[in-house]
């Protein structure tokens, strides 16, 4: 009754709204792993560890003779897996935000939208610094990088991220409804994609019946796209950045649309159904 509501510029507004996302960002980062470098840690180990097993199963059967690209195969191993990470991990963040019956959303600054976006940026934010420490190392300890346009490999390596958060968006609008299917399709994208990202092949080599299997994926032309950037002297001929862009701002509105219809029909029972 005697409250005194003070009005705030949209100034101030985005400036709290950014701060509370920076601590849920940071809240985020360190439930991973108690500690924040450790989570790094771990997740370049597994990025190395893929390479090493790629770089092995490919020398074992010959696979980088005709189909690979001229220039540094581990470069390419590379560019397919961080993209596929990115991608999967972010994914899974979004897919695992705070939603509208977690005890968080009964602080005051805190929302539904608040806990995606820290979730996205968190994903981003070990994800390039796990890029900026492979590649660093590569560069120092074993052979010099070079990559022909590396703004343009990273618009590749952000648009990954974002079709991740788009696809985790529609899940996480689901996931309270169909809890089961929803983990379900969540896992069978992220096996599917170990083959039908395109990490493993190069798009041009492949013939007409082959390309028409992967170029449904978002990823497998973000992928190609990223090597066009990445390489000299490859020109991708049957993929390109549009397709994927337009699918994830497609993704985004139907994520937000069913989250938003998911949030006003929250039920405290949900949490008890994870």
């Not at 409250?3 to 980062?29: F, G, P």
């Not at 862009?245 to 039920?267: K, N």
């Amino acid at each position: 009754m005697f409250e005194q509501v003070r009005r705030h510029s949209r100034l101030t507004v985005a400036i709290r709204m950014l701060e509370v996302i920076y601590h849920s960002v940071v809240r985020d980062v360190r439930k991973q792993h108690g500690n924040a470098f450790l989570a790094i840690g771990v997740n370049m180990l597994q990025i190395v560890i893929f390479v090493a097993v790629f770089y092995v199963m490919f020398t074992l059967l010959g696979l980088r003779g005709p189909g690979a690209i001229r220039g540094d195969f581990i470069v390419y191993l590379l560019s397919g897996i961080f993209l596929y990470m990115t991608n999967i991990r972010t994914l899974g963040a979004v897919m695992g935000a705070e939603g509208p019956s977690s005890p968080m959303m009964q602080n005051a600054p805190m929302n539904t939208i608040v806990a995606i976006g820290a979730a996205a940026f968190g994903a981003l934010y070990i994800q390039v610094l796990t890029l900026a420490v492979v590649l660093f190392g590569y560069h120092v300890i074993i052979s010099p990088i070079t990559i022909e346009d590396p703004i343009g490999a990273f618009m590749m390596f952000l648009l990954a991220w974002f079709v991740g958060i788009a696809l985790g968006l529609v899940l996480l609008a689901l996931k309270p409804w169909f809890p089961t299917a929803t983990m379900i399709i969540s896992t069978i994208y992220k096996r599917a994609n170990m083959i039908a990202s395109g990490k493993m092949f190069v798009a041009n080599t492949l013939p007409g019946f082959m390309i028409a299997m992967f170029d449904w994926n978002p990823l497998f032309h973000i992928i190609d796209q990223c090597r066009g950037y990445a390489f000299i002297n490859y020109n991708p001929r049957y993929t390109n950045w549009e397709y994927p862009l337009i699918v994830g701002c497609c993704f985004v509105v139907l994520g937000l649309m069913g989250e938003f219809y998911t949030r006003r029909h929250a039920s405290a029972s949900w949490n008890a159904r994870r």
